[in-house]
C-alpha cells in the first residue's frame, strides 16, 4: 500500500508561496495585452482625425489585431513548449510594446503594422498563461478576469481627461 504523508500547514502555506506572484504576474501580462488591444479605438475620434478617415474606419484596426492574434495562436503552444511560458510572455509583451510605438506613430502604415505586431503579442499570451495556471493546478477560468481588467484598465488610463474630471465633479 502507498503511504500518504500528511502536509504540515508550514509545508502547505510553503507550497502555495509562488502562487501569489504567478497570479499576479500572469494577471499583469494579460490585463496589459488587452490594454494594447484597445488603445487605439479608445481614440477613434482623435484617431480617425489624425488619419484623415471616418472614425468607424478606425474599428478595423482592431480586426487586423485579431487577424493577427489568431495566425499567432496556433504557434503559441510551440513557443510555450520550446522557450518557456515565462519566456514566451515577456516576447508577447514586447511584441505588443513595438505595436503600441508603431500605432502612436501616427502613420497610418505604420499604425497597422504596429496593429499585426500588437495581434502576434496577444495571439501567444493565452497559451503561455494557461500552461502556467494549469501547471500549477489553478482553476483555468481565472483566465478570463485579467481580460476585463485590461479592458477597464484602458478605459481609465486613456481616455480624455476632462472628461474624466468633469464625470468626477457631477
Known sequence: PIRMQAQTPAASAKARE?????????????????????????L????????????????????????????MSGYGGLLVRRFGAGTTSLA???LASIGLIGIASGSLAVTILGS???????????????????????????????THLGTVAHRI????RAMVRRFATE
Open 18 to 42: 509562488p502562487l501569489l506572484p504567478l497570479l499576479a504576474l500572469t494577471t499583469a501580462v494579460q490585463a496589459l495585452g488587452t490594454y494594447s488591444v484597445f488603445a487605439l479605438p479608445t
Open 44 to 71: 477613434a475620434p482623435k484617431a480617425a482625425a489624425t488619419f484623415a478617415l471616418p472614425p468607424q474606419m478606425v474599428g478595423y484596426q482592431v480586426s487586423v489585431i485579431y487577424f493577427a492574434a489568431a495566425c
Open 92 to 94: 508577447a509583451l514586447g
Open 116 to 146: 499585426l505586431f500588437v495581434g502576434a503579442g496577444y495571439g501567444i499570451v493565452n497559451p503561455a498563461a494557461a500552461h502556467l495556471l494549469l501547471r500549477f493546478g489553478i482553476v483555468s477560468l481565472l483566465r478570463e478576469k485579467p
Open 157 to 160: 488610463q486613456i481616455t480624455d
